[in-house]
């Protein structure tokens, strides 16, 4: 059987495959993926098909088309990595007039960009700009501050030119989206879960792009892409909550379609209304076969002959290997079948998932509030601290020499 994400993009030739990670770590994990291979013929297919999943310098070959990082994703890739980054990063404090940590933060973190984006160049510049992007992520610790925002986004844009600003979901991160936009920059709408960011994403793109017309913007080489963290959307514990209050007994299956309305809503959106955004689904899961028999993943199946984007980190791309002989026939319109009637009543007596579902759901100021937003934001956070600490561990390990007059500087 092919791969399963290769079946996918058969069904839909306008889906498209992203990789949830660096590019650069996907031999490592590949390797150790191999070694977990039950026996010698499962190695080599799988072999077999890991060989044409990402291969930037033949295009025409490769299944993945982009790739998606953010500061939790780097700071794993550095981390998995210390001797060589620890060299990295003390080279780069010595080529600091006044080296401190968070400058320091700065320039690692644009480096593991730029080297992203130098692998996936070839991609790029053979597909005319429409594949072969990097979503570089803004620090989440500047969510709520556009111009700071736009500053480090001009630094990321001007790294690569298939770096893909990665923007949150925040009533600022829309106006710096706009902004951006108005100059031509690609953009990727992050820590994002509900239809109402959905439309402030178009809202915002849209205007950036009458602006960029206006000042004659080049934009052959531009892309727009909204990401619905499906499955965080659903492990949002507020769902539960609501659930128990209200004496509504909430399934797993019913939390996978809650899951899949927003989505297939969006996805209807943009075709009705001809939005300049693509969707892209990321947290992706596969289902528990103990809860869901029958079905691989909800998230492929339902949404399969959609025009959508699928990033997909490490763990799911070896689940759905794993378990591929597994997968129902996918259905061409999947994405435009109707959630059951009688699940979608039950959701909609819960208001964390009728606020997300409904257009006008809430406003732009409550989107930083929503339950998933929160979580993530704090997840994001955690591990940026965790590459900041070991960035700070390399100043404090300096040779003794040098070491003065570091820490010194960082407390300027």
């Excluded at 994405?335 to 998932?353: D, G, H, I, R």
Aim: aromatic share 8%; hydrophobic share 40%; charged share 25%.
């Amino acid at each position: 059987m092919p791969l399963v994400l290769e079946e996918l993009q058969r069904v839909s030739p306008a889906a498209e495959i992203w990789w949830d990670s660096s590019p650069l770590d996907f031999p490592r994990w590949r390797d150790g993926f191999l070694k977990e291979a039950p026996d010698r013929e499962t190695r080599d297919r799988w072999a077999r098909e890991l060989d044409r999943f990402l291969c930037p310098e033949k295009p025409d070959d490769s299944l993945v088309r982009g790739i998606t990082t953010n500061p939790s994703l780097v700071a794993q890739s550095i981390l998995a990595s210390p001797g060589m980054w620890g060299r990295e990063i003390d080279a780069l404090i010595r080529g600091q007039s006044f080296p401190d940590v968070e400058s320091t933060f700065r320039l690692v973190y644009e480096e593991a960009l730029r080297r992203a984006a130098a692998r996936m160049l070839p991609m790029w510049e053979a597909s005319g700009g429409r594949f072969g992007w990097v979503s570089g992520q803004l620090d989440p610790r500047l969510m709520f501050d556009a111009d700071l925002m736009l500053e480090q986004a001009g630094r990321i844009a001007r790294t690569a030119p298939n770096l893909m600003v990665k923007v949150p979901g925040s009533a600022a991160g829309y106006e710096v989206i706009r902004r951006l936009v108005g100059h031509g920059i690609s953009v990727n709408n992050t820590l994002s879960y509900t239809v109402p960011q959905f439309l402030a994403c178009a809202e915002a793109v849209e205007s950036g792009l009458a602006e960029a017309r206006r000042r004659g913007v080049a934009l052959d080489r531009w892309r727009a892409v909204f990401t619905h963290m499906i499955g965080r959307f659903g492990a949002n514990a507020d769902l539960h909550h609501e659930a128990g209050v209200r004496g509504i007994a909430l399934t797993a299956e019913d939390i996978r379609w809650a899951e899949v309305a927003v989505l297939k809503r969006i996805h209807r959106r943009i075709r009705d209304h001809g939005h300049p955004v693509k969707l892209l689904l990321s947290s992706l899961e596969v289902d528990d076969p103990a809860t869901l028999p029958g079905r691989l993943s909800t998230h492929l199946e339902q949404s399969a002959g959609g025009a959508i984007a699928y990033t997909c980190k490490p763990r799911f791309v070896a689940d759905v290997m794993r378990r591929d002989g597994e997968l129902p026939a996918f259905a061409p319109d999947a994405v435009e079948q109707e959630v059951p009637a009688e699940v979608l009543e039950k959701l909609m007596w819960l208001p964390s998932f009728q606020s997300a579902y409904e257009p006008h759901g809430m406003s732009i100021d409550k989107f930083a509030h929503y339950g998933s937003f929160i979580s993530t934001y704090a997840e994001v956070l955690g591990n940026t601290r965790k590459l900041l600490d070991f960035i700070a561990h390399r100043f404090q390990t300096m040779t003794d020499s040098t070491r003065p007059l570091l820490l010194s500087a960082s407390t300027r």
